[in-house]
Every structure is written in structure tokens, then in C-alpha cells.
């Protein structure tokens, strides 16, 4: 499989992954941009890409679902009897376009979206689908890695951990380019003020 990224050697949650990340647009900004975020507006996001790279701050269900996250990914590669680990990719095409991915097999086949949260789990449970706020988080995901399709591993003890696909829409990832490029073009703009 010819990959549209290549990867970046980094561990997520450090410094150097910060200043990655606030170098270009990743998949947590997707919905934000899209104005599908309830949490965070476009202008916010726009003033936090021109800030200096900051760690956001951890509430405590937000410290939980790091925590949570190495036992989701094991039982997702168990279940799914696939080896995934995390990983940083960053797009050939669009050198803004990253994404900090979960987990991704080692020939790129398959990756996974891990969501550890209470109302995630809820709605998840009740609709068989992840939250409609993370719709544009899992297309920028398949945008930067070319996969038709990611999981999603839903996971809060002691609830039954879910599996699910969220497939492609190239037509929802066209629109997706056009307003993430035309972003990323404004974050430049603003810090060469």
C-alpha cells in the first residue's frame, strides 16, 4: 500500500509533539473548523494556532481517558487479533495536514480511534455510532492516512467496551480540505503580522 503521509517519529503528549501538532492542523481541530464542536468555536482555534504550542488543560475524566487508553488499544488489538500502535503521520500532499493517530497497524491497513469518555461511551452505546462531534475528527483521519474506513474503540469500565467503523466521505473530506486549507492560510497570515 503506497501511504499518502509519512511518519513522524515523536511521542505524543510531549513538547516536540506540541510544537508538531501546532505547526498544522490535526484531526481534533477538524470539527472545530467545520463548526461542529460544541467545546470550541473556529476563532478560538485560530487564536490558540497563533499562540505559542500549549498542553490543554487536563480535567480529570480527560486524565482518565489518557490513562484508559494503552488497556483500549490492547483490547482492540486482541479482539480485532490486529497490533496497533500509536502514531504520528503527517500528509505528502498538504504539509499542514497531521493527524496523532491512536493506533495504526505497522503496514498502515488499519487504524483505530480510541474515545474513553463517559458521554462518548453513552452515546455511543445508545446509537451504535461515536458522537456526531468526532464525525470530522475521523474523516481528517482518513483524509491524512487514505483508509477507507477507521475504527472506533469506545472503552469505559466497567461498561462493555464497543467496536464500530466509521466508513469514508470523500464528499464531507473535500469539503473538509477546502476549509482546513483556507484555516491554515489565516493561521499564517495572522502570525506573520
Same mark, same amino acid.
Given at each position: 500500500?503506497?501511504? $499518502?503521509?509519512?511518519?513522524?517519529?515523536?511521542?505524543?503528549?510531549?513538547?516536540?509533539?506540541?510544537?508538531?501538532?501546532?505547526?498544522?492542523?490535526?484531526?481534533?481541530?477538524?470539527?472545530?473548523?467545520?463548526?461542529?464542536?460544541?467545546?470550541?468555536?473556529?476563532?478560538?482555534?485560530?487564536?490558540?494556532?497563533?499562540?505559542?504550542?500549549?498542553?490543554?488543560?487536563?480535567?480529570?475524566?480527560?486524565?482518565?481517558?489518557?490513562?484508559?487508553?494503552?488497556?483500549?488499544?490492547?483490547?482492540?488489538?486482541?479482539?480485532?487479533?490486529?497490533?496497533?500502535?500509536?502514531?504520528?503521520?503527517?500528509?505528502?500532499?498538504?504539509?499542514?495536514?497531521?493527524?496523532?493517530?491512536?493506533?495504526?497497524?505497522?503496514?498502515?491497513?488499519?487504524?483505530?480511534?480510541?474515545?474513553?469518555?463517559?458521554?462518548?461511551?453513552?452515546?455511543?452505546?445508545?446509537?451504535?455510532?461515536?458522537?456526531?462531534?468526532?464525525?470530522?475528527?475521523?474523516?481528517?483521519?482518513?483524509?491524512?492516512?487514505?483508509?477507507?474506513?477507521?475504527?472506533?474503540?469506545?472503552?469505559?469500565? $466497567?461498561?462493555? $467496551?464497543?467496536?464500530?467503523?466509521?466508513?469514508?466521505?470523500?464528499?464531507?473530506?473535500?469539503?473538509?480540505?477546502?476549509?482546513?486549507?483556507?484555516?491554515?492560510?489565516?493561521?499564517?497570515?495572522?502570525?506573520?503580522?
Amino acid at each position: 500500500m503506497d501511504r $499518502p503521509y509519512f511518519i513522524i517519529s515523536l511521542e505524543q503528549g510531549t513538547r516536540e509533539w506540541l510544537d508538531w501538532r501546532n505547526g498544522g492542523i490535526g484531526g481534533s481541530d477538524a470539527s472545530t473548523i467545520m463548526g461542529e464542536n460544541r467545546f470550541e468555536s473556529a476563532a478560538g482555534l485560530l487564536a490558540q494556532k497563533c499562540g505559542p504550542a500549549m498542553a490543554g488543560r487536563m480535567n480529570a475524566a480527560m486524565a482518565r481517558g489518557v490513562a484508559l487508553e494503552p488497556e483500549a488499544r490492547a483490547f482492540y488489538n486482541k479482539t480485532l487479533s490486529v497490533i496497533s500502535e500509536p502514531q504520528c503521520v503527517q500528509s505528502l500532499e498538504y504539509e499542514w495536514l497531521r493527524a496523532s493517530l491512536d493506533g495504526i497497524t505497522p503496514d498502515g491497513s488499519r487504524a483505530v480511534e480510541i474515545k474513553c469518555g463517559r458521554s462518548a461511551y453513552e452515546t455511543t452505546a445508545r446509537t451504535g455510532c461515536p458522537p456526531g462531534y468526532y464525525y470530522g475528527q475521523f474523516q481528517h483521519l482518513m483524509a491524512v492516512t487514505g483508509l477507507n474506513s477507521i475504527d472506533y474503540c469506545c472503552y469505559f469500565p $466497567p461498561g462493555r $467496551p464497543i467496536i464500530t467503523t466509521v466508513e469514508r466521505n470523500q464528499s464531507y473530506i473535500d469539503d473538509l480540505l477546502r476549509k482546513e486549507e483556507a484555516f491554515w492560510k489565516r493561521v499564517l497570515e495572522k502570525r506573520s503580522v
